[in-house]
């Protein structure tokens, strides 16, 4: 059983505890984000944003530059939106 759960989680044996928690609260966001926007939710922007905030911070720190790029992008959309909704 062991060996499942190392090929599953192997990769984060190297990342930091910060890290790994950022990630999933970036991934739990997300998800939240896109029910928010299937049920035409207002709470798709704030939780967007969020999502989007933690996962330019992890780009940033990984020197991925084109998908901290995109993600900077979403947030600024998820601002604009957010202000055309009200």
Do not use: H
């Not at 059983?1 to 044996?13: A, R, V």
């Not at 967007?48 to 933690?54: A, P, R, V």
């Amino acid at each position: 059983m062991t060996e499942f759960f190392d090929f599953l989680f192997g990769q984060y044996k190297d990342y930091s505890p910060l890290f790994i928690t950022l990630e999933l609260l970036g991934v739990l966001f997300g998800t939240l984000s896109v029910i928010f926007s299937a049920r035409n939710n207002i709470w798709l922007y704030p939780t967007g944003l969020i999502s989007t905030c933690i996962y330019v911070y992890l780009l940033l720190q990984w020197n991925l530059y084109g998908d901290l790029i995109i993600n900077a992008y979403y947030f600024y959309l998820s601002v604009y939106g957010w202000i055309f909704w009200c």
